[in-house]
């Protein structure tokens, strides 16, 4: 059996993957801020701020997972909490590193979490590929960052495949959660014009990208986790409106009110156009199961 451990194990992203590769056969541990279990998965104790880690999470490893990070629409954005945006992300893949630096033996790959918002929070109907520049808002240079610590990991031959997040959809968490829930109320709006892109996978296609990328020994670099149609943000909403069963009738939201709600730069992040290419990623042979909104919601409420 190969060992994967993950940093970040219990949010929503690794909640789902941990599921998918224990179907698959993996065994799976955790680094987390406590010791113990969670059900039957060991979680071995870090703290990335103190620069600390049990050793014994390294032990047997084949890959790790980093999914490590603070939400990004947790708290509003001012200098501290941005602070620690960049510093949970930064901070934990430093610490993993300076970890494996002194062993003998180490992980077959390290696959780590980025976003789609390293391109910038506003590309308007640029198409990105992973090969067009970093955007200069702050997450773009959150994503940067986080990226650059990963590639120290190369330096110790230990291949590395950072994935390039987009909108996840699962009604477990995430934007989608949080836009059901004023649907459902009947208080669904368009945000903005609604014309801007919005970049979007189904919550097991991007858990299957990263279960690939530790079996695919030809991945290397970054891949943009998406779906190959992004929609208008106009698209999601009446989509998922219909799929709930709950027309959207409400005026927009207007730009000025959300960057009143939600301060300018994070209101951009909701505003902006992001329309994201999924091509490398399917040029390895890595097909997913949703590629069009409609059906990917229909699975997501199908219960």
């Not at 880690?53 to 939400?71: K, Q, R, S, T």
């Not at 773009?140 to 230990?158: D, F, K």
């Not at 390039?164 to 109320?185: N, P």
């Not at 296609?205 to 992004?230: E, T």
Request: proline share 3%; net charge positive; aromatic share 8%.
């Amino acid at each position: 059996m190969e060992n994967v451990l993950i940093a970040g194990g219990t949010g929503l992203i690794g909640s789902r993957l941990t599921e998918l590769l224990l179907q698959n056969g993996y065994g799976v541990t955790y680094l987390s801020r406590t010791a113990g279990k969670v059900g039957d998965i060991r979680k071995f104790a870090w703290n990335p701020t103190e620069g600390k880690m049990d050793l014994d999470a390294l032990l047997d490893v084949d890959y790790i997972i980093n999914l490590a990070g603070a939400g990004v629409f947790d708290h509003k954005w001012n200098k501290e909490y941005k602070g620690e945006i960049l510093a949970s992300r930064v901070n934990a893949t430093h610490l993993i590193y300076e970890k494996l630096k002194g062993r003998s033996k180490w992980p077959k790959a390290f696959i780590t979490a980025s976003a789609i918002g390293y391109y910038g929070a506003d590309t308007g109907d640029r198409l990105n590929t992973e090969e067009s520049p970093v955007g200069d808002d702050f997450l773009a240079g959150v994503c940067r960052q986080w990226e650059t610590a990963a590639n120290y990991m190369e330096s110790l031959g230990i291949r590395t495949v950072k994935i390039r997040v987009g909108i996840v959809l699962s009604k477990k968490g995430g934007a989608l959660e949080k836009l059901e829930a004023t649907v459902k109320k009947g208080a669904g709006a368009i945000l903005g014009s609604g014309k801007q892109y919005v970049s979007w996978i189904h919550i097991d296609d991007l858990c299957k990208l990263f279960i690939k990328a530790l079996k695919d020994d030809s991945m290397g670099g970054a891949y943009n986790a998406v779906a190959p149609n992004p929609v208008t943000s106009e698209e999601l909403t009446k989509t998922l409106g219909e799929v709930l069963h709950k027309p959207i009738i409400l005026p927009n939201i207007p730009a000025f009110a959300l960057k009143l709600m939600l301060g300018g730069e994070r209101a951009e992040t909701v505003l902006g156009s992001s329309k994201v290419s999924a091509e490398k990623a399917l040029k390895t042979g890595f097909k997913l199961e949703f590629s069009e909104l409609k059906p990917a919601l229909e699975n997501i409420y199908k219960s």
